[in-house]
């Protein structure tokens, strides 16, 4: 469960920190009472390609082209890291949260699936490293990683940044039975005594049972002292969550990563179209 959460593992290389990404992560970690471990991923196959000795560098000012000195780039990506690293200690201290920092030479992919991470550790990783679009090279083959896979990977909760994060304010939660509910509201009502408002969607097939789910919704909240605006989706689709998201500015979503209307497929669309962040929980 989220709120049992005491270490956030935030994943960074040289395109994926930015300002609002981690005043994003610092503040969530500043309403969870957790700790923040940045992972800088270095490019390990930039590297390898440097050190072909046919490899070489066309630069951005005037066409002329050089060797790719696998030294120089070593010495960028050590001062890349070290920017990252000032930018979230700097970012911490702003939120009074504690941060620790490390470096990585493999990939995400086979740090997860090397590493033992406790179940209440928060995952969060940016597109850019996660990589877990779905597309097809030349062969037929899919590149990239699978937000299932990731899940696989990685036993607790998962947050998945988008490429370039946008202005939203919104905090959305999407709930489609009681225990989502739970699950989904353990965060929010962190959140909310920070001062955001938040959007509740209810996603439930059946329209009875999204009733019922509504009157509950609505009594925890009044029972929880919180203010939410509550939208039951009909039909509950992902098509009409799309629409309904593209008509708001979400900051960040968050739902349980077993939601049986919104798959895996659609949630890299969600992140991309809203450019906003999501938070998958686990149901355990």
Same mark, same amino acid.
């Given at each position: 469960?989220?709120?049992?959460s005491?270490?956030?593992l935030?994943?960074l290389?040289?395109?994926?920190?930015n300002a609002a990404?981690l005043d994003?992560v610092? $503040?969530?970690a500043?309403?969870?009472?957790?700790?923040i471990?940045g992972?800088?991923i270095?490019? @390990? *196959?930039?590297?390898?390609?440097?050190?072909?000795?046919?490899t070489?560098?066309?630069r951005?000012?005037g066409l002329?082209s050089?060797?790719l000195e696998?030294?120089?780039?070593?010495?960028?990506?050590r001062?890349?890291?070290g920017?990252? !690293?000032?930018e979230?200690?700097s970012?911490?201290?702003?939120?009074?949260?504690?941060?620790s920092f490390?470096?990585s030479?493999t990939? =995400?992919? !086979?740090?997860?699936?090397?590493e033992q991470?406790?179940q209440?550790?928060?995952?969060i990783?940016?597109?850019? =490293?996660?990589?877990?679009?779905?597309?097809?090279s030349?062969?037929?083959?899919?590149?990239? *990683?699978? +937000?299932? $896979?990731?899940?696989? @990977?990685?036993?607790?909760?998962?947050?998945?940044l988008p490429?370039? /994060?946008g202005?939203?304010?919104?905090?959305?939660?999407?709930?489609?039975d009681?225990?989502?509910?739970k699950?989904v509201?353990n965060?929010?009502e962190?959140?909310?005594?920070?001062g955001? /408002?938040?959007?509740?969607i209810?996603?439930? %097939?059946?329209?009875? %049972?999204?009733?019922?789910?509504?009157?509950?919704?609505?009594?925890?909240?009044? %029972? @929880?002292?919180l !203010?939410?605006s509550?939208?039951?989706? $009909?039909?509950?689709? !992902? %098509?009409?969550?799309?629409?309904?998201?593209?008509?708001?500015?979400?900051?960040?979503?968050i739902?349980e990563s077993?939601?049986?209307i +919104?798959?895996?497929? +659609?949630?890299?669309?969600?992140?991309?179209t809203?450019?906003?962040?999501?938070?998958l929980?686990r149901?355990n």
């Amino acid at each position: 469960m989220i709120n049992h959460s005491r270490k956030i593992l935030l994943t960074l290389n040289e395109g994926a920190s930015n300002a609002a990404t981690l005043d994003l992560v610092a $503040e969530f970690a500043a309403a969870i009472h957790a700790d923040i471990d940045g992972l800088f991923i270095e490019d @390990k *196959t930039l590297l390898d390609i440097a050190a072909l000795p046919f490899t070489r560098e066309i630069r951005a000012h005037g066409l002329q082209s050089g060797q790719l000195e696998v030294a120089t780039l070593e010495h960028q990506m050590r001062m890349l890291s070290g920017a990252a !690293q000032r930018e979230l200690k700097s970012c911490a201290q702003r939120w009074k949260v504690q941060c620790s920092f490390s470096t990585s030479g493999t990939g =995400i992919n !086979q740090w997860l699936g090397a590493e033992q991470h406790i179940q209440s550790t928060l995952c969060i990783l940016h597109k850019e =490293i996660g990589n877990w679009g779905k597309r097809s090279s030349p062969g037929g083959l899919r590149n990239g *990683t699978s +937000i299932a $896979e990731l899940l696989e @990977k990685h036993p607790g909760p998962l947050m998945l940044l988008p490429r370039k /994060q946008g202005a939203g304010r919104e905090l959305i939660g999407i709930v489609h039975d009681q225990r989502s509910l739970k699950t989904v509201l353990n965060p929010i009502e962190n959140l909310v005594k920070r001062g955001h /408002q938040p959007v509740i969607i209810l996603l439930c %097939e059946d329209p009875p %049972e999204a009733e019922k789910l509504k009157r509950k919704l609505i009594r925890t909240l009044t %029972e @929880k002292g919180l !203010q939410a605006s509550v939208f039951c989706l $009909e039909p509950a689709t !992902q %098509e009409s969550l799309l629409q309904f998201i593209n008509q708001h500015s979400p900051k960040l979503m968050i739902l349980e990563s077993n939601n049986p209307i +919104i798959d895996h497929s +659609i949630l890299n669309q969600l992140i991309e179209t809203a450019r906003s962040p999501v938070l998958l929980l686990r149901d355990n």
